[in-house]
């Protein structure tokens, strides 16, 4: 399946996933507690040259994030409107930095890692009975049902076409939520039985 | 598995996987629903002509479907667990969007708003149901009105406002361009639900 990590070992890659979450939780609080917008322009300006300094793929990540900057730049406009402008280049700079470093963990840490430093973390949820190894279980599953779901709702569509001559309308949902729902019994058997 | 009886079939899907109660046909739906919250996001926007260029994406249409049709505690999960698998980094946020980085977007709010809204969804179906078995359409229509809208702007809002430091009331005003989308995204869910073959056990959509 696609994913948002970049697949090129960068020098960001070396660092390990904990380490990077925990930095990317001390920036957040940094980023809430400040005050003035000079001081996260400076920050940005860092997060960018972060990604600049992984080269390519990293510009190109960069370039990837341009769908935010319409609703950033709303967001901006119609606070400095409202409030101030002071008030709106601080939470323009602060959601822009905060995304993009979040951002950053994510293109540099391959999704098994994340796996293995936040399952842990749902070791106190073994007391309510939900073993860490079932919540691996789901993300496999999902994981596995995307790709899987979208090919059926092609299918489908394909199918609905084939018929009407026309474009699908968002009736095709209940087909697809009916086919969709009886292939989970199929594999709930399937998983049971393996057990 | 097709050589199974139906009680055989029946007790193998029902085996505890934890000790809260979560079967094996649970576990397996409500990671069904998570990846069904992440297609509709790949469906393609429809632009609606009064929302003004806002896209409109059917990904709270899977909200409030896993709250109707897996009730609230299993619904909520899905929605749990959908959002792990972004937060893990996977690209399936309507646009592709996903990543660590969404959690600090001015849309955090409403998405954890979507699990609350689950919930809520799901506990009012199940309640409005109890007083009008026939009227699986308008059971449905109020339960997406309370839970898929009304729930999920509860968390929505505040969470723009305290992402971009606004006040509630202008949080509020920005973000009621999305209401007419919402609505309609209601309709379909009751629409959904008013059609879905029922089968004999009263779950939806059995495979024999």
Redo the contacts between chains.
């Keep these: 399946m696609i994913s948002l990590y970049i697949s090129r070992a960068t020098w960001l890659h070396k660092i390990p996933a904990g380490a990077k979450l925990a930095g990317l939780a001390v920036a957040s609080i940094m980023a809430m507690q400040a005050g003035n917008w000079r001081a996260l322009a400076l920050a940005c300006a860092v997060a960018i040259s972060i990604y600049l300094s992984l080269r390519r793929p990293g510009l190109a990540r960069l370039w990837s994030l341009r769908i935010l900057v319409p609703l950033v730049l709303g967001i901006g406009i119609f606070q400095g409107l409202v409030m101030s402008w002071e008030a709106a280049l601080l939470s323009v700079f602060r959601i822009f930095l905060m995304v993009i470093l979040a951002d950053l963990v994510t293109a540099s840490t391959p999704m098994q890692d994340m796996m293995r430093v936040v399952l842990p973390l749902f070791a106190p949820f073994k007391l309510i009975g939900l073993q860490p190894k079932i919540l691996a279980l789901c993300v496999a599953l999902v994981i596995r049902f995307i790709p899987v779901l979208a090919a059926q709702w092609a299918a489908q569509s394909d199918a609905w076409r084939a018929r009407s001559g026309k474009r699908p309308g968002f009736k095709l949902i209940i087909p697809f939520i009916s086919r969709a729902l009886a292939r989970t019994d199929q594999i709930a058997e399937s998983i049971a039985a393996r057990k | 598995?097709q050589n199974?009886s139906p009680q055989e079939?029946k007790q193998?899907?029902d085996?505890p996987?934890?000790?809260?109660g979560?079967?094996?046909?649970d576990?397996?739906?409500?990671?069904?629903f998570?990846?069904?919250i992440?297609?509709l996001g790949?469906?393609p926007r429809f632009d609606l002509p009064f929302t003004a260029g806002v896209p409109i994406t059917?990904q709270t249409?899977g909200v409030m479907?896993a709250g109707l049709?897996l009730g609230p505690r299993n619904g909520a999960l899905a929605v749990l667990?959908?959002l792990?698998?972004v937060a893990?980094?996977?690209?399936?946020l309507a646009?592709?969007?996903?990543?660590?980085?969404?959690?600090?977007?001015?849309t955090v709010g409403f998405l954890f708003g979507w699990v609350a809204g689950a919930l809520a969804v799901g506990f009012t179906y199940q309640q409005l149901m109890r007083l009008m078995p026939e009227r699986r359409f308008i059971a449905a229509l109020l339960a997406s009105w309370l839970g898929g809208i009304f729930v999920i702007y509860l968390f929505g809002v505040p969470g723009?406002a305290l992402?971009?430091?606004?006040?509630i009331s202008?949080a509020m005003m920005?973000s009621l361009v999305f209401v007419p989308g919402d609505i309609l995204k209601s309709l379909?869910a009751a629409?959904?639900m008013a059609?879905?073959?029922v089968d004999r056990h009263g779950t939806?959509?059995?495979?024999r």
């Design positions: 598995m199974l079939s193998a899907q085996t996987a934890t000790r809260e979560l079967g094996y046909r576990i397996v739906r409500i990671a069904l998570a990846a069904v992440a297609v790949l469906v059917v249409l479907l049709i667990l959908f792990f698998v893990l980094g996977a690209p399936v646009g592709g969007r996903g990543g660590l980085g969404v959690f600090f977007g001015p723009i992402v971009t430091g606004m006040q202008k920005a379909l629409l959904v059609r879905l073959p939806f959509g059995a495979s």
